[in-house]
């Protein structure tokens, strides 16, 4: 994330525009306007991470749309729909689509700052949890090939016992590799190794035997 956060504003009033882009500006906001949805989605997948503010009703392409399209092409900017128009329903499905937030044109400046918080916010939980799993993943990776099946059992939520036996070891041997799993991961608990393994997309399907 960059120090001034960047905030997509897709509105084809020209007006409607210049009055939000400078709104935001003049609170440290970076923005960069967009005149269509089509235009927008063009450029999207190219563009810094932010929030998009999304105009509900637009030529060629709407706000729904152009969420919808996002959505499709893994594009995560968190969105809040913009109506003039008192469209209730129209913003639910908005959110129900995934819409951080709607706002109803004149909308108060605080109402949009209080918006953009929670899409910025939601936006950094993310990046943190895709942060989290890359590292997970490389913890992951040192593990031997043996350590890994053991913390694979463990994930199934095996006993080392268990663990042994499907993987004709001894159970002697299934805690040293797990207290080499541990020490590798740099963890104290199985939570933790668990939490890990999941965090990897690690986790097995359900194996209740």
């Not at 939601?122 to 942060?131: G, N």
């Not at 090939?145 to 913390?151: T, V």
Request: with cysteine; hydrophobic share 45%; proline share 4%.
């Amino acid at each position: 994330m960059t120090d001034r956060r960047m905030v997509h504003v897709v509105d084809d009033e020209d007006a409607v525009r210049r009055s939000i882009a400078f709104m935001l500006k003049t609170s440290g906001f970076a923005v960069t306007p967009w005149e269509s949805g089509v235009a927008f989605l063009r450029a999207a997948r190219h563009e810094a991470p932010g929030c998009a503010l999304l105009d509900i009703r637009m030529p060629e392409m709407d706000g729904l749309q152009v969420q919808q399209e996002l959505a499709a092409h893994g594009i995560g900017f968190p969105v809040i729909v913009l109506t003039g128009h008192g469209d209730v329903a129209t913003a639910v499905a908005a959110m129900r689509a995934g819409a951080i937030d709607f706002l109803e044109k004149p909308f108060e400046k605080t109402a949009l700052l209080a918006a953009l918080d929670r899409g910025f916010a939601h936006l950094e939980r993310r990046d943190t949890a895709a942060a989290s799993a890359r590292d997970a993943s490389v913890r992951i990776a040192a593990l031997t090939p043996r350590e890994q099946d053991i913390l694979r059992g463990l994930v199934r939520g095996h006993p080392n016992k268990t663990i042994a036996y499907d993987l004709g070891i001894s159970p002697r041997t299934v805690e040293v590799h797990r207290a080499n799993v541990m020490t590798k991961l740099g963890v104290h608990s199985l939570s933790d190794a668990l939490r890990l393994a999941f965090a990897a997309g690690l986790a097995d399907p359900v194996d209740n035997t």
